[in-house]
């Protein structure tokens, strides 16, 4: 009893002593964050603060959207105009006409457009928005007004137009350092500093501080300034959250809505969101609210004051809307133009990469906290406000989950393997390979893939056009990885051995022989109806073949390569070029770019990575009657007997 009484006195004295130490480091951390407050408090003593403004009630029935990327496709019919956030694309009789002040617009309007995306149709499948967004070819320069009537109906012909307007377009894409419609990081962050003390602070001029609010909030958002003049726009709940403590802005992908599957359940996603959310200073938002808007003639009249006293005579509105994007792409720490693209809400098409991504919710808000700090360097901009907040992934709504992934090889192995006779075996197996194929190139998995004189099976080369459309130039070059290759080389031996135990069917042998000799045939074949002809494997083949192990459509294998790629570090560029995401003139191979075949070779190895995650590397193809199914490795099957 006296050991036990000793015992129980011993367990009360630690979790008396626990409890000491919880305490503790709660008083610190409650004194800490005192401190840190003290601090904040210091830095900004010298800046008058009002008391917190009362908020306006906004009008009635205002036309506010939500955000939502997908609806603004800028595709344009042949009669049409492109449309944009430039001051001058109001009507002439705006208070928004072109001035002599707005160096940045006074030009003739100008946008870059896409013409319809050209994809093929399948039975029993839809075209999915991603899938469209991913066909569109480069886009060509509209005019907001067309410099000569001619042009209105041969827009084609405005990609070799070499006008002074599209080549300051086409400079504005390659954000050159030498290009003048950028600042430099140091502009950037003098003019930062200036809006934030204006902004902030009781000056002598509200004009002044309403003008310099506005700015403020479009720099740190990407906002346009046309629409932030709007009566009404600032805390739209379409496109504001102002509730409890935090404010934030937000926008939607506009992802398409995934159709309901029996074979696969949420679980088997990577992502489950398409909202993207950026927080917001509350300060500055509660003056925006209760204050006077101010009008263009105000902006106008502010900007000259800007470029004056900061010595920036290239500062205009467009600089300013752009500038989040670029300290993104261009000066945060491990971040990149994707990323500042889901940011900045550019829209699908311009960046169809947004959708064949995944990120965490964390991340995002990390790499726009880094830019304000960037902004913010010569500032007191207190970035408090932004916390982490409940993690969830956004990006694209069909990319599946390694594990997934992995098992549906092992089922289409095991499919493969029931063939009942050998024409069946012949067509199962091509379907495996086919959907090996797409899961190790990334390549969109369209008609008639894989062209025998395209791949170099010595090399490690694959060259592809996989766009319906063949007349516009879209090659691209993929490496194979070497688990790939065997795949390729059983398949063609595969169908040598089928074409000698079948030497009555001629025609089938006469297809063989020419992928033999490397001419224009698909490697990748099916046996027709009646057996007796070899047809070019179709993705509504694929999709029906093996609906009832996967019931969706096969563009998911490009989803899923893509995000991959990613969660292996593999460089933006080396993915957009091998998946076909590169931006007009700014191809990895193209006249501007240092980047060598070498650097994309380098990417078999990612390739191969993933092989071996799903398995690949232990299947063998093997000869209907020898073993009759796509069996293991016979290493793999002697380590399993032992």
Partial sequence: ??????????????AKHKDKIKKAKSDAKAKLSQIEKIATAYQNAHVLQKPRAQRKKPPKNIKIKAINLADDTS???????????????????????????????????????FLEANTESYEGLRTSFEER???????YVSYGEYPNPLIKNSIPLQTIDLSLQQ????????????????????????????????ASALTESETHKNCAGILLLSMITGLPVKSLLITGYIGHPGIFNLEGKRYYIKHSLGITTRSNSQTLTKKDYENHSDTIKIPLPLWLIDNLLACELPEKKDITTYL????????????????????????LSRYTPNCHEHIADIICRTPAPHAPAMYYSSHISEMIIAHYKSALSVFSSLSSFDLTYITPWHKYTVGSGFALKLETVHTIINEMKIWADQSINDD?????????????????????????????YNIDLDMGWLEINDKPVKKVKSDRLIPLCPTLIHHLIDYRDYLID????????????????????????????????????LKDIKRGDAYHMTKEIIDANPYWTRHFVRTQLERHGVQLSLINTVIGHEKARQEVLGRFSSTSKADIKRVASIFEQIAEQLGLTDIKIDNYPLLNHVGINSTEVGHANR
């Fill in 1 to 14: 009893m006296k050991k036990k009484k000793v015992t129980k006195d011993n367990s009360d004295e630690k």
């Fill in 75 to 113: 595709t344009s019919p042949l009669d049409s105009t492109a449309t944009s956030h430039n001051w001058n694309t109001m009507p002439d009789n705006d208070a928004w006409g072109s001035t002599h002040d707005d160096i940045e617009n006074s030009a003739t309007t100008v946008d870059l457009a």
């Fill in 133 to 139: 967004i991913d066909h569109y070819e480069a886009p």
């Fill in 167 to 198: 080549s300051y377009m086409s400079q504005r894409n390659l954000a050159l350092n030498s290009n003048t419609r950028l600042l430099c990081v140091a502009g950037y962050q003098a003019l930062f500093a200036a809006l934030n003390q204006d």
């Fill in 304 to 327: 000259a004051t800007l470029r004056s006293s900061l010595g920036l005579p290239y500062l205009s509105i467009n600089r300013i809307e752009t500038a989040l994007h670029v300290v």
């Fill in 424 to 452: 069946e075996h012949f067509n199962r197996t091509s379907i495996f390979v086919w959907f090996v194929f797409c899961l190790l190139t990334g390549v969109r998995p369209n008609n008639g893939l894989g062209k025998v």
């Fill in 498 to 533: 089928y074409q000698i135990k079948h030497q009555t069917k001629h025609d089938i042998s006469a297809t063989i022989d020419d992928i033999r000799l490397g001419n224009d045939e698909a490697l990748l074949k099916l046996l027709s109806e009646s057996t007796f002809i």
